[in-house]
């Protein structure tokens, strides 16, 4: 009996010797790859986000801003919204291609330019509407509310694959306020606006202060061709574009 069982353990010495290991160093040389691949990638992450939070920070001189070639850096990107959007275009900052307003509209009447804009495939999509809205709504909050819903709405399911940003509604000059009362509540409908967009899933720029006294045009409501180059300076960092 022992006899047979010492035949028996060599024998199984002999097949523990004989097996086959390719079959596992393929599966570990497959995680390795696996692994080098993923650590790659984190540190191309690690470093696109490093170099992003560096542009963050880094302060551009007046000169800068004013001559930088917006065209490329919005090359993916359209904005909608109403004259104030449209005088981008008609000071030379942006190309009409890049741009779908009208003088006067409001948020339940871009259907048709949000259309328009949808045909181009953007990447990114800045909306800048509201200030016509305030002279509709005037003290009316919830229907104001509910403007906004309507255009988030719409803007989300026509460009599912692009990145929303919101631009905040320009303040007025004390000029506007006198007429029309209800442009005190600015910071207010700013404030409603900014909520919607969070039920919606869509970035909220406030881009209060890159306005300056010297940059409004007589009207109070305007603004001069100075303005627009930190508006789109300021679009643009808020959207990463720099």
Same mark, same amino acid.
Request: hydrophobic share 40%.
């Given at each position: 009996?022992?006899?047979?069982?010492?035949?028996?353990?060599?024998?199984?010495? *002999?097949? /523990? =010797?004989?097996?086959?290991?390719?079959?596992?160093?393929?599966?570990?040389?497959? $995680?390795?790859?696996? %692994? !080098?691949?993923?650590?790659?990638?984190?540190?191309?992450?690690?470093?696109?986000?490093? *170099?992003? /939070? =560096?542009?963050?920070?880094?302060?551009?001189?007046?000169?800068?801003?004013?001559? $930088?070639?917006?065209? %490329? !850096?919005?090359?993916?990107?359209?904005?909608?919204?109403?004259?104030?959007?449209?005088?981008?275009? /008609?000071?030379?900052?942006?190309?009409?291609?890049?741009?779908?307003?009208?003088?006067?509209?409001?948020?339940?009447?871009?259907?048709?330019?949000?259309?328009?804009?949808?045909?181009?495939?953007?990447?990114?999509?800045?909306?800048?509407?509201?200030?016509?809205?305030?002279?509709?709504?005037?003290?009316?909050?919830?229907?104001?509310?509910?403007?906004?819903?309507?255009?988030?709405?719409?803007?989300?399911?026509?460009?599912?694959?692009?990145?929303?940003?919101?631009?905040?509604?320009?303040?007025?000059?004390?000029?506007?306020?006198?007429?029309?009362?209800?442009?005190?509540?600015?910071?207010?409908?700013?404030?409603?606006?900014?909520?919607?967009?969070?039920?919606?899933?869509?970035?909220?720029?406030?881009?209060?202060?890159?306005?300056?006294?010297?940059?409004?045009?007589?009207?109070?409501?305007?603004?001069?061709?100075?303005?627009?180059?930190?508006?789109?300076?300021?679009?643009?960092?808020?959207?990463?574009?720099?």
């Amino acid at each position: 009996m022992i006899f047979v069982l010492g035949i028996f353990c060599t024998s199984c010495q *002999k097949e /523990e =010797q004989t097996v086959d290991t390719k079959e596992g160093l393929s599966i570990l040389e497959e $995680m390795e790859q696996q %692994d !080098v691949a993923a650590a790659e990638q984190k540190i191309s992450e690690t470093r696109d986000l490093a *170099k992003k /939070e =560096q542009m963050q920070n880094i302060q551009l001189t007046e000169e800068e801003i004013v001559s $930088m070639n917006y065209r %490329d !850096v919005f090359s993916d990107s359209v904005l909608l919204g109403d004259s104030i959007t449209s005088e981008i275009v /008609e000071y030379g900052y942006l190309d009409a291609d890049n741009v779908f307003c009208k003088i006067g509209i409001s948020m339940v009447s871009a259907d048709e330019y949000i259309e328009k804009a949808k045909a181009v495939n953007p990447k990114i999509v800045f909306l800048n509407y509201g200030s016509n809205d305030m002279d509709t709504y005037q003290y009316n909050e919830d229907l104001f509310r509910n403007a906004c819903r309507n255009l988030l709405e719409k803007a989300v399911a026509a460009f599912p694959d692009a990145q929303i940003y919101v631009n905040s509604i320009f303040p007025v000059k004390d000029n506007v306020i006198a007429r029309d009362p209800w442009r005190e509540e600015t910071a207010a409908y700013n404030q409603i606006y900014q909520e919607v967009c969070q039920e919606y899933g869509v970035t909220f720029l406030d881009n209060t202060q890159v306005v300056k006294e010297e940059y409004y045009a007589p009207d109070g409501m305007h603004f001069n061709p100075v303005m627009y180059p930190h508006w789109l300076y300021s679009m643009a960092k808020g959207a990463g574009l720099l």
